[in-house]
């Protein structure tokens, strides 16, 4: 009786050291799944970024981000030859990754690599957001030829070239504003149909 009692102890210590082990492995195994994400998040692009993450989705309509009609739907007709106009994603004007310029050249403008493909009617546009340092950017108009209009960041004075896909033609900024694609629909307005063309936000 004495001995059973004695084996029904011993048992349960063998039971209670192998559940020990047991979880000991699996926590070994949780921290190493761990790290190798912490690994990945820091080598992912999203990271290089500057943490830039847009939600903008083919088919959202593009709304004035700025002044008295801030988050009205822009029509095309508002837009003349030269002009440029900060636009946000409908809704989604909390995401400062969404901030975009929307411009309106001449169609026989567009030189490469300007993916014309992705304007409609001399409508093109690219990140708002310089890939220098993340300052937003600003549009120099030239009245008397549109098409000398440039796109210029006034924080290090990085200037960018909206005709031959935002190319960078000064400053330093490390690569061009991402071009995101464009469309007039029936009713006059403006919607989103691509993904960026490439990264957006500071890539330094
Ligand atoms: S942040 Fe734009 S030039 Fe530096």
């Given at each position: 009786m004495v001995e059973r009692t004695a084996g029904r102890t011993e048992d349960e210590a063998g039971v209670t050291r192998r559940r020990f082990t047991l979880g000991i492995l699996v926590a070994s195994l949780i921290g190493a799944a761990g790290s190798v994400l912490a690994l990945f998040k820091v080598l992912s692009p999203e990271k290089k970024g500057g943490g830039y993450v847009t939600t903008i989705r083919p088919g959202d309509r593009l709304v004035y981000a700025k002044g008295a009609n801030m988050g009205v739907p822009i029509l095309?007709?508002?837009?003349?030859?030269g002009n440029a106009v900060l636009v946000y994603p409908e809704g989604k004007s909390s995401n400062p990754a969404n901030l975009v310029q929307l411009i309106r050249l001449r169609e026989t403008d567009f030189k490469l690599?300007?993916?014309?493909?992705?304007?409609?009617?001399g409508l093109v546009a690219y990140s708002a957001i310089c890939t220098h340092l993340g300052c937003t950017v600003s549009w120099v108009e030239n009245q008397q030829s549109p098409a000398a209009s440039y796109t210029e960041?006034?924080?290090?004075?990085s200037v960018f070239d909206p005709a031959r896909g935002a190319k960078v033609m000064g400053g330093p900024a490390p690569i061009p504003l991402a071009q995101i694609g464009v469309k007039v629909t029936n009713d006059g307005a403006l919607v989103f149909t691509s993904d960026f063309t490439g990264p957006i936000g500071p890539q330094v």
């Open positions: 095309a007709s508002e837009m003349k030859t690599p300007t993916n014309v493909g992705l304007t409609d009617r960041c006034f924080c290090h004075n």
